[in-house]
């Protein structure tokens, strides 16, 4: 018998034998598993009659007990009763858990599906005698669960649980994200699904078709549990010459970051006009092909802007690109919440991959942060105070691992990738609040709200900096490019004769601040 407090949920292998390669078996794909870092396994079959299932669970149960490995079977809990299994897994419509605990007795690891907080609030009512785990998901989207019914849910949604297992105080409850993982996007969930209060992370990720679909399952188990053990992520490659946070703005000169644009069209042209007046390279571009190519340029950048809602495939290869490139991107969800459309298409782009930093206006990063923020269009109304601007900016950065800018007449910047740490189980020991943040005061310039883009473009040159900077000067690069276009801007107000000299006046300043 298991003993249930010390199973180690790191990399829950669940099977399907209808993805099995030619000339593999599912007990061959188990036990290569086995032997290369899979701590846990469910045996899932569907379409498979009980007498056959019944084999099949002994056959799998004596690999799993030769390695000590928990054997968990799905759904039913006659057959696991029937083989003395490790323990059950059952989802929303399966069997209640009340009535399982009941069949299976006290020893047994009973597992639920889970994604929804009010699923949380029942297992908490339960208390710690009912369910010993939870699969959080679907995370993303997948071709494993047939008959889908949950919305990926994203690693946002893994924090949202995790969130309300601590404020609900179940310390007892493990925790596995399911749907949809792979080596691609593992190390991201495991990066950005924390417990707001920093103390929970998942206990394990779940795996499907990368291990039983693959033609080596022992060699992707290796690469599965390298990604797992690591506890630390690098989703950027930097330019060396910039450690040095002070040499960033001549890095920029000497490199000449190549900026593609995906934009709105309002945007495109003062867009590549700012970009040249600080150095650096434009690219407006949202044809997919080239999206490679582009990434490949050495101190490329990618400046994502929703302001013209784009075909959501097109955004989403773009971000899966230039991460697996690990280049950097910077994200401003333009009129984040301005209508149903917006909003959907903006939380598909976060849950597609990782930022360098998200900017946004203040009913932007708001409504990014899920404290609410009013929009009208695309512009932000209502009033907030500071603190709040404060305190939704370091959710957006402690939500999305990334350097928050929320622009205003004070801007806000909050570091959320100060550690790259992604510790199974423990958390990162920090909450949104203590995360460091800088305030960007200035002059007071109107006449950046009565010209067109000019948000925008301070997204062009964050991005120019960005991209030449190293992974680590990130949170400088964006204090100092926020600075320097706040400081042009000022200057452009000065002599200024209305809106349309204030814009050329804010590109020459652009252009001779950065010589300066």
């Known amino acids: 018998m298991v003993n249930k407090e010390s199973v180690d949920y790191t990399l829950y292998l669940v099977t399907d034998s209808t993805m099995l390669p030619e000339g593999k078996t599912l007990l061959f794909?188990?036990?290569?598993?086995?032997?290369n870092g899979v701590t846990m396994v469910q045996l899932r079959e569907k379409d498979t009659d009980a007498k056959t299932f019944v084999a099949e669970a002994l056959a799998v149960k004596k690999i799993c007990d030769s390695f000590n490995v928990p054997l968990i079977i799905n759904d039913r809990?006659?057959?696991?009763?029937?083989?003395?299994?490790?323990?059950i897994h059952v989802?929303?419509?399966?069997?209640?858990?009340?009535?399982?605990?009941?069949l299976v007795g006290p020893d047994k690891i009973v597992g639920w599906s889970v994604g929804k907080v009010e699923e949380v609030d029942r297992l908490a009512e339960w208390g710690p005698d009912m369910i010993d785990y939870i699969g959080v998901g679907t995370v993303f989207e997948t071709q494993t669960k047939k008959d889908i019914k949950k919305i990926p849910m994203g690693p946002e949604g893994v924090s949202r649980i995790l969130t309300r297992l601590e404020e609900k105080?179940?310390?007892?409850?493990?925790?596995?994200?399911?749907?949809?993982?792979?080596?691609?996007?593992?190390?991201?969930?495991?990066?950005?699904?924390?417990?707001?209060?920093?103390?929970?992370?998942?206990?394990?990720?779940?795996i499907v078709s990368d291990i039983m679909a693959s033609h080596d399952a022992g060699q992707s188990t290796r690469i599965l549990r390298q990604i797992l053990d690591k506890g630390s992520f690098h989703f950027f490659e930097g330019s060396e010459e910039a450690k040095d946070a002070s040499t960033i703005k001549?890095?920029?000169?000497?490199l000449a970051p190549l900026i593609h644009h995906i934009t709105n069209r309002v945007h495109q042209n003062f867009g590549a006009n700012v970009a040249l007046a600080i150095g650096c390279s434009p690219i407006m571009s949202e044809v997919a092909e080239e999206f490679e190519d582009l990434s490949k340029i050495p101190h490329s950048v990618l400046l994502l802007n929703s302001g013209t809602v784009a075909d959501i495939s097109v955004l989403q290869h773009a971000v899966k690109t230039y991460n697996a490139q690990k280049r950097p991107i910077v994200f401003?969800?333009?009129?984040?919440?301005?209508?149903?459309?917006?909003?959907?298409?903006?939380?598909?782009?976060?849950?597609a991959g990782q930022f360098a930093c998200i900017k946004g206006n203040?009913?932007?990063?708001?409504?990014?942060?899920?404290?609410?923020?009013?929009?009208?269009?695309?512009?932000?109304?209502?009033?907030?105070?500071?603190?709040?601007?404060?305190?939704?900016?370091?959710?957006?950065a402690f939500k999305y691992r990334t350097v928050a800018v929320c622009t205003g007449e004070i801007d806000v910047v909050a570091d959320g990738s100060v550690s790259s740490t992604a510790p199974l189980k423990r958390g990162l020991g920090a909450s949104p609040a203590e995360l460091p943040y800088e305030l960007i005061k200035g002059e007071d310039v109107p006449l950046f709200g009565r010209i067109t883009a000019s948000g925008c473009s301070l997204g062009t040159v964050i991005a120019g900096f960005i991209g030449a900077a190293a992974e680590e000067s990130i949170y400088s690069a964006v204090?100092?490019?926020?600075?320097?276009?706040?400081?042009?801007?000022?200057?452009?107000?000065v002599t200024a004769k209305g809106s349309g000299s204030f814009l050329v006046g804010l590109v020459d300043n652009l252009y001779n601040v950065m010589e300066e």
Not at 29 to 35: A, H, R, S, T, Y
Not at 192 to 197: F, G, I, P, S, Y
Request: with cysteine; aromatic share 2%; charged share 25%.
């Open 91 to 102: 989802g929303q419509e399966d069997i209640p858990i009340p009535m399982v605990r009941k």
């Open 332 to 351: 401003d969800p333009v009129g984040f919440s301005a209508s149903s459309a917006r909003l959907v298409l903006n939380k598909k782009v976060l849950s």
């Open 250 to 254: 001549e890095n920029v000169k000497k």
């Open 169 to 206: 105080k179940c310390d007892w409850i493990r925790t596995v994200a399911i749907g949809g993982l792979h080596p691609d996007n593992i190390g991201r969930v495991l990066f950005q699904a924390q417990a707001l209060n920093g103390k929970r992370s998942v206990d394990g990720i779940s």
């Open 479 to 493: 204090l100092q490019a926020v600075s320097l276009y706040k400081l042009a801007g000022t200057k452009a107000n």
């Open 362 to 396: 203040t009913g932007e990063i708001m409504g990014v942060s899920g404290l609410g923020g009013n929009m009208k269009g695309v512009d932000s109304c209502g009033e907030d105070t500071l603190e709040t601007r404060i305190k939704a900016t370091q959710l957006v």
């Open 77 to 87: 809990v006659d057959v696991a009763l029937a083989i003395d299994a490790s323990g």
């Open 29 to 35: 794909q188990v036990e290569q598993g086995l032997k």
